[in-house]
């Protein structure tokens, strides 16, 4: 896991932080399938499968394999369905399709339903200003993954970053707040990873919710 974000994740309750874990886990498995897929139609038939295995997770047994086992056992408890989960399969199916990806859509189907996922797991308020982060954070990630989308990405990310600080974050969502500051770091190109100020920037955050 990259460093920065086991840092961020390591803000959760020690109750919540293995179910984070997997719902990112989750979003590692199907962003590797994007990027692997050099023939986009193999790559959608792999997403399918994800897709129909995590709907089939509220009603079958959970399928032999590690991610979604995690995410059965983690993360449905919290009241998160597979079938909710689902939308992020959507999300990064947008990105193997011909035509110009819907950033809005990507941003509400991948981040909006990872974090609003998250909050239930951390036991936090689940919130608009939750949803909020998670759009920043997926539009600044895809951002990372595909730089001719930055300076389409930037301002929409900037836009809902200053949406969702706002107001200081609660002790419970502060994992949450921590990813969407390293999402907004990188987005506005802010510091390397990994520099003292941005590490000294998380623990602020995680002493005062800003």
């Known amino acids: 896991m990259d460093p920065e974000r086991a840092l961020a994740l390591s803000y959760a309750p020690a109750h919540a932080r293995d179910g984070l874990a997997a719902l990112f886990a989750l979003d590692d498995r199907l962003r590797d399938i994007v990027r692997a897929a050099r023939d986009p139609t193999i790559g959608l038939m792999r997403l399918?499968?994800?897709?129909?295995?995590?709907?089939r997770l509220d009603t079958a047994p959970c399928p032999a394999e590690p991610v979604l086992t995690s995410v059965a056992s983690l993360v449905l408890p919290a009241g998160v369905g597979g079938v909710d989960l689902?939308?992020?399969?959507?999300?990064w199916a947008r990105l193997l399709e011909p035509e110009e990806v819907d950033l809005e859509a990507?941003?509400?189907e991948r981040g909006r339903t990872l974090f609003l996922a998250a909050a239930r797991v951390l036991g936090g308020p689940v919130d608009e200003r939750i949803g909020q982060a998670g759009e920043g954070w997926a539009l600044a990630t895809l951002a990372q993954e595909r730089p001719a989308l930055l300076d389409a990405a930037r301002p929409l990310a900037?836009?809902?970053?200053?949406?969702?600080?706002r107001q200081p974050w609660s002790r419970e969502s502060r994992a949450l707040g921590a990813l969407a500051l390293?999402?907004?770091?990188?987005?506005a190109g802010m510091t390397r990873p990994g520099s003292p100020r941005r590490v000294?920037?998380?623990?602020?955050?995680r002493l005062t919710g800003w």
């Open 106 to 108: 990507f941003a509400k």
């Open 158 to 165: 900037s836009e809902r970053f200053a949406a969702a600080f």
């Open 182 to 187: 390293l999402a907004r770091f990188d987005v």
């Open 200 to 205: 000294g920037r998380l623990l602020m955050h």
């Open 48 to 55: 399918t499968w994800w897709g129909d295995a995590l709907i």
């Open 86 to 91: 689902e939308v992020v399969v959507d999300a």
